[in-house]
């Protein structure tokens, strides 16, 4: 039987920050808004599931970006987004989303990203801002 989780991460997406670097090139370090972050995406994935996919297994990963519409958008505009009739083109980009979501899950959903051969990430307009993520087997 082919094993699924899922799970939501409250709040608005983000994406994965670069890396910063100081004193000249000597130290490189990851931004305190993506720590924050990632845990937040742990914190929510332990929330719903215990289970870790066994190392090697390949693995199938879906993430939905729930953006909230900008208020200053006119009520008509608003019910064609909310109906996927109008898509977020904005900021994060859509890999990055993906990035730091896949990288948090490293050690807790699974072994690594590695594992992931199947990715499908889309951004879409709702109510209230949030991501969705489905991580599945693939194959049997």
Do not use: H
């Not at 991460?9 to 910063?20: E, F, N, S, V, W």
């Not at 896949?102 to 990715?119: C, H, I, P, R, S």
């Amino acid at each position: 039987m082919v094993k699924i989780v899922g799970f939501n991460i409250p709040g608005d997406p983000q994406g994965k920050l670069r890396a910063r670097t100081v004193w000249g090139g000597k130290r490189t370090y990851t931004p305190q808004k993506t720590t924050d972050y990632e845990e937040l995406v742990r914190w929510s994935y332990k929330q719903s599931n215990k289970d870790i996919f066994d190392q090697g297994q390949p693995l199938e990963v879906c993430i939905v970006a729930w953006f909230k519409p900008p208020k200053s958008t006119p009520k008509y505009k608003v019910l064609e987004m909310l109906k996927c009739l109008i898509f977020p083109t904005k900021k994060p980009d859509i890999d990055n989303i993906a990035k730091v979501i896949l990288d948090a899950l490293n050690g807790v959903a699974y072994k690594d990203d590695t594992q992931v051969a199947d990715l499908k990430v889309s951004k879409r307009y709702a109510k209230e801002a949030s991501v969705a993520v489905i991580i599945q087997e693939v194959g049997d």
